[in-house]
């Protein structure tokens, strides 16, 4: 009886909780709105919440949020949830096609491209195409700030924000992946901020080749002192070129911490283009 009693706390625990964060987003942002695009054929779509309000002549951040294979963009609306964080930001939460991945050769579930030019699938360009249109569609439709553009995502999200550092650097001012990296295929030419979130025990997209990445990231953003800490699993390294790297390291395995949307959102504040 104790235990079905607690269950039911818990349940409705999770629902009030679920309710104050809907009610959050009601009175800062509205609620999410749909949009629709057709690019290179095919229908895409995105939640997109902006603020309600907007002082005369402000511009406001933009940050696109991409999902991990096999997500979506309802539920990755409320796992990241960063319009509740940064209420005065504009989040774009875009819908991927099926698309195959190293866990899903045939590519019968949701995903991003991984590489430019990507033939395997072929995928071609239609997810950095989607990109530039949706970017062309916010600076329609709202004052975006050009110099505080981000990109953050989880697994292949992650790579997908990697991607879009790799191929749209003179766009994005800094990046904010979970349990991702850079494609084997793709080059860094730019330095940009990076906050990297990483488990140990991932054996999704292997921890060693995160790791790999994030090494990477370092050399790009002249970013290759030792580091300070910054928390029990939270590593700084500072940049001759004022593009840091931030790491998060932590016991876990292929999962999104509930404490990283807060981490993302306070990196991206502290840099702009």
Known sequence: ?????????????????????????????????????????????????AP??????????????????????????????????????????????????HVDSEGIKPGWQVEANQTDGNVGNRDLDFFDT?????????????KRIYSTGFSNGAVFSYL????????????????????????????RPILAIAGRLDKVDLFDLQLKSIENDQQVDSATGPGQ????????YTSTTQTPVKTFIHPGAHVYPPWAPAEIVEFFKAHHL
């Open 1 to 49: 009886m104790k235990s079905r009693f607690g269950l039911v706390i818990a349940i409705v625990t999770i629902a009030v909780s679920a309710q104050a964060i809907a009610a959050q987003v009601a009175a800062t942002n509205g609620p999410g709105k749909l949009m629709s695009w057709t690019v290179d054929g095919n229908e895409r779509k995105a939640i997109v919440f």
């Open 52 to 101: 309600k309000y907007t002082a005369k002549g402000q511009r406001l951040p933009l940050i696109f949020a991409f999902h991990g294979h096999g997500g979506n963009m309802n539920g990755t609306a409320q796992l990241m949830h960063i319009q509740t964080v940064w209420p005065e930001a504009i989040v774009v939460y875009p819908q991927g096609l099926n698309s195959p991945s």
């Open 134 to 146: 949706m970017l062309a569609t916010m600076r329609q439709t709202y004052p975006v700030d050009d």
């Open 164 to 191: 879009l550092w790799a191929e749209r650097s003179k766009t994005i001012a800094a990046i904010g992946e979970v349990a991702g990296r850079l494609w084997d295929t793709e080059h860094l030419t730019e330095p």
């Open 229 to 236: 800490p910054c928390g029990p699993i939270c590593t700084f």
